[in-house]
């Protein structure tokens, strides 16, 4: 068969305007760090999972360094359930005690973290998976339920077990494993002075590794669209000023505003622009990255 044949005229002017379209974004973002958050639906259906692989594979081939950190909550509900084990929640946050935790650092550094590496280096990548206890990557602070949530909920001792939020990050491997061509994959997991670890929001540990590698960009794949407003339309650009506005009068409401807050803090801190994405469409992260377009909603600190 050939080349005229494999592909008509008109689907082959196509991919050629995808690529011409693509051309300012990838030499605009080369060489540049760019940390993706990846969780939700987007890790569950097998589908977008290969799609996802693909796409980090093809930005590192394209001399992009991409950065994942992942979450894996729905995967950790689901062993706690066959082990026979209740599951309980307060303002969101799993009440981890020490049995729980050995599980959430089997599944999240485990069997979730090896099965995103796997997928990636299939698809031609060399990716590496570090839980954040490994080169002392995360360093976690516990989480005082009588401190930090807001929740009239009761527990014992006000103690959510090991549950923690991001004291600091030594980024050091990360930056070895940029500079030797691989890509990390990070679990969100710490460890704290006591020696104990803690399972972190992935969120938080994604928008803080913004932080701490200068990243151009930081994208958010979340199960919805963006940004929506009062209507339910797609808010594709926003500002640091408008995102408040939109926080104030409640558009901005629900699981909604951590999400944002963390993109908030990763702006503030230096990271150029981030991204909310949908990550059930098809090749989202691309899509969002190379068209003019675009699929989400741009956060910009201007």
């Known amino acids: 068969m050939d080349k005229q044949s494999a592909f008509p005229i008109g689907g082959a002017s196509r991919i050629a305007h995808v690529l011409i379209e693509a051309l300012p974004y990838i030499k605009r973002f080369k060489n540049k760090t760019i940390v993706i958050k990846y969780g939700g639906n987007a890790m569950v259906d097998e589908n977008l999972k290969n799609n996802f692989a693909r796409d980090i594979v093809l930005l590192k081939l394209v001399g992009i360094n991409p950065v994942v950190v992942h979450g894996g909550g729905p995967q950790i509900g689901k062993l706690l359930e066959r082990l026979g084990k209740t599951t309980r929640f307060v303002d969101g946050m799993r009440v981890t005690d020490s049995e729980t935790m050995d599980v959430v650092e089997m599944v999240l550094g485990g069997l979730v973290n090896k099965e995103i590496v796997n997928l990636i280096n299939n698809h031609g990548g060399s990716a590496v998976g570090l839980s954040g206890k490994d080169g002392d990557l ?88 963006g940004i929506l407003d009062k209507q339910g339309e797609l808010l594709t650009g926003l500002s640091l000023g408008e995102i408040e506005e939109l926080i104030t009068n409640q558009t901005i409401n629900g699981g909604m505003i951590p999400k944002v807050r963390c993109v908030v803090g990763a702006l503030n801190s230096g990271v150029a622009s981030a991204h909310i994405i949908n990550g059930t469409i098809e090749h989202a992260v691309l899509l969002e990255l190379f068209t003019d377009k675009g699929i989400g909603t741009l956060l910009l600190r201007r």
């Open 138 to 225: 995360i360093r976690a602070r516990k989480i005082s339920f009588k401190n930090n949530l807001a929740s009239h909920n009761v527990l014992e001792n006000n103690d959510l077990g090991h549950v923690g939020e991001v004291a600091s990050i030594d980024s050091s491997v990360v930056d070895l494993l940029v500079k030797g061509g691989f890509i990390p994959v990070i679990a969100p997991i710490g460890v704290g002075d006591d020696g104990r670890s803690y399972n972190i929001n992935a969120d938080l540990v994604a928008g803080k590794m913004a932080e701490i590698l200068n990243a151009e960009k930081f994208i958010l794949l979340t199960n919805t669209s």
